[in-house]
């Protein structure tokens, strides 16, 4: 909100408030696509244990499954 109110007078400011509010935005702005890059490399992360165990599953109940899906097949009729 700071910022904002300051992005409108940014003109009549002294060279060096300027340049300092300038490079406050950019730093700013660096964090936030630094915050975005660690967020979505967290959300993909949270997929892991999911996939893990279907993994798993799928190792443990291999043969089950071929039972499954033909009975699956039988029943749409394929």
Known sequence: MTLDAVEG???GFPDDLRKMVERMKERL???ERRLRRWLWTFYGLS???LL???MVMTWLYWNS???ITGWLASVVGA
Do not use: C, M, N, V
């Open 9 to 11: 007078q940014r003109e």
């Open 29 to 31: 702005d660096g964090d």
């Open 47 to 49: 997929f892991l244990p």
């Open 52 to 54: 893990s165990a279907l």
């Open 65 to 67: 499954l071929g039972t």
